[in-house]
């Protein structure tokens, strides 16, 4: 199973960016899917959350601008980021609870990580 995250790059102040998060290998399942930032020298945080039944949650930080989705026949969720502050810059990762079998246990899997820089 691979998770690959995309749309990340360089954006001014007040714009606005949508990242993609594909998995894709062997999967029966997909439950929760998450997306989390880590910006230099501080730990990751979780930006949000989005269950298989679209219910979303997100961090104080970003509610009100950030936008999670998803798309279950394609296994690809969405973080649409609109009035991005020079504080958003950050590598973006997204996560998800993967079942590869009928039965199984689900995994947690790890996307690659896109970076997203902030101009002021």
């Known amino acids: 199973v691979q998770l690959q995250a995309s749309g990340g790059g360089l954006v001014q102040a007040g714009g606005s960016l949508r990242l993609s998060c594909a998995a894709s290998g062997s999967i029966f399942s997909i439950n929760e899917m998450d997306w989390y930032r880590q910006a230099p020298g501080k730990q990751r945080e979780l930006v949000g959350v989005i269950t298989r039944s679209g219910i979303t949650n997100y961090a104080h930080s970003v509610k009100g601008r950030f936008t999670i989705s998803r798309d279950n026949a394609k296994n690809t969720t969405y973080l649409q980021m609109n009035s991005l502050k020079p504080e958003d810059t950050a590598v973006y990762y997204c996560?998800?609870?993967?079942?590869?079998?009928?039965?199984?246990?689900?995994?947690?899997?790890w996307g690659q990580g896109t970076q997203v820089t902030v101009s002021s």
């Open positions: 996560s998800a609870e993967i079942q590869s079998d009928s039965g199984g246990y689900y995994a947690r899997h």
